[in-house]
C-alpha cells in the first residue's frame, strides 16, 4: 500500500468513525431525554408511557448495534493494512437478511427525515444463514446510510433478496446524484 493509498484509507476510516460517534451521540442524547436523565439520584422508578418504553428499548438496541459497527470498522481498517489479517477473523453464521433489517432500522431516524422509504423484498422473512468474516457486519449499514442518505426527497430504496442454491443476491436500488468517472476513486 502507497503512502498515498494508506493516507486516504485514513481519512476515509476517521470520517465514517466520526460519522458513526455522532450517530451514537445522538442516540444517546436521545435516550437521555426519554429517561429524563438531568434527574439522577431521585431515588424514583422510572415512569413511562408503553410507546416510551419502546423508544427507549429502541434507542439502547441502536446504541448497541452502532457499538458493534465501531468494532467492525476497525476489523476493517486492519484488513485494509494488512489483508493477512482476514485470516484472523472469526468466520460467523450470518442472517444477512437479519443485518439489512437492523441496519434499517438503526437508519429509520435518519430515513424519517429525509422521507425515503427503505423496503426490503425477500421471499423469506428469515433468510438464510451463510457464514462470513464478521467484518460483514458494516456492509449493510454502509450500503442502506449511502442509498437513504444520497436518495432525493420523498424516494424509495428497494433491497431485494433473491435466494439460489448455493449463494444469496442482494440488489439495492434507488435514485441518487450522478456520480461522473473523475469522481469515482476506484473501480472494481
Known sequence: MSNNEHNDLV???MHELRYFNQQLKNFSEQLSIELRSDKVDQNKTIDMKVQQADKVRNLATNIVNLSQLFTTR?????????PNAVEQLPIQNVNIYGKF???KKMLLALSRKKK??????????DGRI????????????LLLDNAVKYSP???????TFVYYNDCVKI????EGPFVGAD??????
Open 11 to 13: 481519512l476515509e476510516s
Open 74 to 82: 476497525i476489523d476493517f481498517i486492519d484488513v485494509e493494512l494488512n
Open 101 to 103: 433489517d437492523k441496519a
Open 116 to 125: 425515503v422509504k427503505v423496503n426490503i423484498k425477500s421471499e423469506v422473512k
Open 130 to 141: 451463510i457464514e462470513a468474516y464478521s467484518i460483514i457486519d458494516i456492509l449493510p449499514y
Open 153 to 159: 426527497e420523498q424516494n424509495d430504496v428497494d433491497i
Open 171 to 174: 440488489e439495492i436500488l434507488s
Open 183 to 188: 469522481e469515482i476513486k476506484k473501480t472494481y
